[in-house]
């Protein structure tokens, strides 16, 4: 499934695991922008209004959309996609079992754009060619699958 040759019999597959993959960070919509745009170190009383978000997404999709539990296990990457595969990730609770794939491919991606894009609180991003060496050399050590991370790169 490379991005440069996609079967069309995978197209739907690549289509919903996108659409699915749109709303995991939709708990953002919770964080207050003084945090989300704060230029300096978080507070320790800051990380814990952000590692909420997941919960809150969740929290979001069942009543602000009204979408029911059953429903909502169609989105597990919203709750999942900060768990990491070292399970030092959060929500803190779910850190017994291993993301789900796609939890896993957000994972890789988050990381990438997070490095690779200048934030308020990071004025010089990583470049694509430095991402992809410690991303290839030490997966574990930022909770990246390595085999995930392997077959993305190798795109
Ligand atoms: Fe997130």
Redesign the pocket.
């Known amino acids: 499934m490379g991005g440069n040759n996609i079967n069309l019999e995978e197209l739907p597959h690549i289509l919903d695991l996108m659409s699915r993959a749109l709303v995991?960070?939709i708990g953002?919509v919770r964080i207050p922008a003084e945090i989300i745009n704060k230029p300096g170190i978080l507070t320790e009383d800051e990380w814990k209004v952000v590692k909420r978000?997941?919960v809150e997404g969740l929290a979001f999709l069942l009543r602000r959309w009204g979408i029911s539990r059953e429903t909502a296990r169609m989105f597990p990457a919203v709750l999942e996609?900060?768990l990491g595969m070292s399970f030092s990730g959060y929500p803190e609770f779910m850190r017994r079992k291993a993301p789900g794939f796609l939890a896993r491919i957000i994972h890789i991606a988050?990381f990438y754009d997070a490095v690779t894009t200048p934030r308020v609180y990071n004025k010089s991003p990583f470049s694509p060619v430095e991402v992809v060496r410690v991303s290839d050399q030490s997966p574990w050590e930022i909770g990246l699958d390595p085999t995930q991370v392997t077959l993305t790169l190798s795109e």
Do not use: F, S, V
Request: glycine share 0%.
């Open positions: 995991h960070d953002k978000h997941p996609h900060h988050d």
